[in-house]
């Protein structure tokens, strides 16, 4: 049996390889092996990803690039998620996370990341999917009384929208009653402090992290 540094390793490389099957493999195989599944993403499917970015940042490689990486993490998280859903019914659950891509924007790499991230560690998630109108992101905040709203944009063009989220909050009178989250490419801490943002997810593991601190 492989060890538990040779899974990672794999599934680093079915990542950055873009290999769907290898990714959904090595994530059965990790479950086997009794790895740790959030180690698993982190050190394993993330790490891949971030290389895969860094490469597609320096022209190295292309959007189909990152779309088929994508695919191959979610590829090894679809195996995960069941193992990880009954391991959640067995805990408290930490609080409830609506999320989505804000209206306008088609990409959700990053917001399928975060949701897998969020659902690990123990959190409800509610995806809204991508290209999500504000006010569906009220409504849900309305039925599901979420204590974090996050919104993912990777365009300059559709920040802009986060803004009216933060609005449409505030005229429904629900800004108090639960915690913004902002992230995506062009996002920033500085821009978070602009529109008044609770919490900038710099990226995954740093959302995770801010969102159990912010609680």
């Keep these: 049996m492989a060890s538990k540094e040779e899974i990672i390793a794999k599934a680093k490389e079915a990542i950055t390889e873009f290999d769907e099957d290898l990714a959904a493999e090595v994530a059965a195989e990790a479950l086997a092996a ?7 993403i982190e050190k394993g ?3 891949g990803m971030e290389e895969v970015g860094e490469k597609f940042g320096q022209g190295e490689l292309f959007l189909p ?19 990880m859903e009954k391991r959640q019914a067995q805990t408290r659950s930490l609080g409830t996370v609506v999320l989505g891509t804000i209206e306008g924007d088609i990409h959700s790499i990053g917001k399928d ?3 897998s991230m969020l659902n690990i560690a123990g959190f409800k998630v509610v995806d809204l999917g991508r290209d999500v ?7 849900a905040v309305k039925e599901f009384k979420p204590q974090v709203v996050a919104s993912s944009a990777l365009m300059t063009t559709t920040m802009v929208n986060q803004i009216q989220l933060e609005e449409q909050l505030k005229e429904a ?4 009653q ?11 801490q500085d821009w978070a402090d602009k529109i008044g943002a609770d919490i900038y997810g710099e990226s995954a593991n740093d959302a ?8």
Excluded at 133 to 139: A, M
Aim: no cysteine; hydrophobic share 50%; net charge neutral.
């Design 34 to 40: 009794g790895v740790d599944p959030v180690e698993l």
């Design 45 to 47: 499917y993330t790490a």
């Design 65 to 83: 690039h990152i779309l088929a990486a994508a695919e191959a993490m979610n590829a090894g998280i679809k195996v995960i998620t069941p193992e």
């Design 113 to 115: 990341i975060l949701a």
């Design 133 to 139: 109108p504000i006010k569906n992101y009220v409504d």
């Design 173 to 176: 009178g629900l800004r108090d």
């Design 178 to 188: 639960v915690k913004t989250m902002v992230g995506g490419a062009p996002v920033t």
């Design 208 to 215: 995770v992290a801010k969102v159990k601190a912010a609680l």
